[in-house]
Every structure is written in structure tokens, then in C-alpha cells.
């Protein structure tokens, strides 16, 4: 599974890169850039929590690259 973000309707709030930095950083526009990676099991209680902090719902899980 891998983290995407729809920077059309993000607002940059920067609750994503604040509340969870090992899985989206901020990049110099303020805008989220996910960390491209799979994400291990371990991690999606913080991929939850990432979803749960977007207050426009910008933020979502792929799975095989298609979303779900």
C-alpha cells in the first residue's frame, strides 16, 4: 500500500507532515510530498491516523496502485 494525496483539493494545513514527518515531508511551497514508498503493516495504524488528520479528506491508500 502507498500514500497519495490529492493536492487539488489539499489546503496545506500541514497536519499530515506535522503529526506524521516519517511518512510525508513539507515541501518548500508548504505543499505535503509523501515519502514514495510501500508501507509495511507496522505502519498503517500511522497511515490511518495520516487519513484521519487531513481535515479536507485530501489523503487516501492505494493498493497495486489503483485507489481504493
Known sequence: MRI???LKTCIKTGQCYYMH???VQR???DSPVVI???LTEEERPDADSLI???P???IR???N???P
Do not use: E, F
Open 56 to 58: 479536507v479528506g485530501a
Open 52 to 54: 484521519g488528520s487531513c
Open 21 to 23: 514527518p516519517d511518512l
Open 4 to 6: 497519495k494525496i490529492n
Open 36 to 38: 514514495d514508498r510501500d
Open 65 to 67: 496502485g489503483r485507489t
Open 27 to 29: 515541501a518548500p511551497d
Open 61 to 63: 491508500l492505494s493498493r
